[in-house]
């Protein structure tokens, strides 16, 4: 985002915009912590799936190491929507906000300044958040791909040897 031009915009269009933007920021966090919660039941979905193939190997019935190597490749995919490496949170350090940069205005022009610098640390925030948010889904649905695909092996194995048997 480019630089603000508080001379361009009054007060109250820059409290309207930072307003706009902490609503957005707020939904982009709460969607963060949904795709967290969501992958953390798949997790458990997937790792029921490895204990029950795991123990069908272990007796002996390979047939189940298709969907023991689904449910381990599902798990590691999605193994970074559990703990994602960078979330950005709204508002900013104290320190940031008293930088010598700031001096230099007084009144409502301080004001605006802030508001401005406010709306373009948001902004950023918020696209770091999106890219994060994009990457959590398409991890989502590739580890759903990956276990649906397992199932779908092991059904085509296991439907060739009831055939096989018959």
Do not use: W
Request: proline share 2%.
């Amino acid at each position: 985002m480019k630089q603000i031009d508080i001379n361009k915009h009054t007060k109250y269009s820059l409290e309207l915009i930072f307003s706009e933007a902490d609503k957005m920021a707020n939904q982009l966090l709460k969607s963060l912590s949904e795709n967290v919660n969501k992958s953390f039941i798949l997790f458990a979905i997937f790792s029921s799936l490895f204990s029950y193939s795991f123990l069908k190997v272990v007796q002996s019935d390979f047939l189940y190491i298709t969907l023991l190597i689904g449910s381990i490749a599902g798990c590691v995919v999605i193994r970074k929507n559990l703990f994602p490496f960078v979330i950005n949170f709204n508002g900013a350090l104290p320190e940031k906000m008293l930088d010598p940069y700031f001096d230099e205005f007084e009144g409502e022009t301080l004001e605006k300044e802030y508001l401005a610098t406010q709306i373009q640390s948001y902004n950023s925030a918020m696209n770091l958040n999106e890219q994060t948010i994009k990457k959590m889904v398409k991890r989502f649905n590739n580890s759903i791909l990956v276990v649906i695909a397992s199932f779908v092996l092991f059904g085509i194995v296991y439907f060739y040897l009831f055939i096989k048997c018959l």
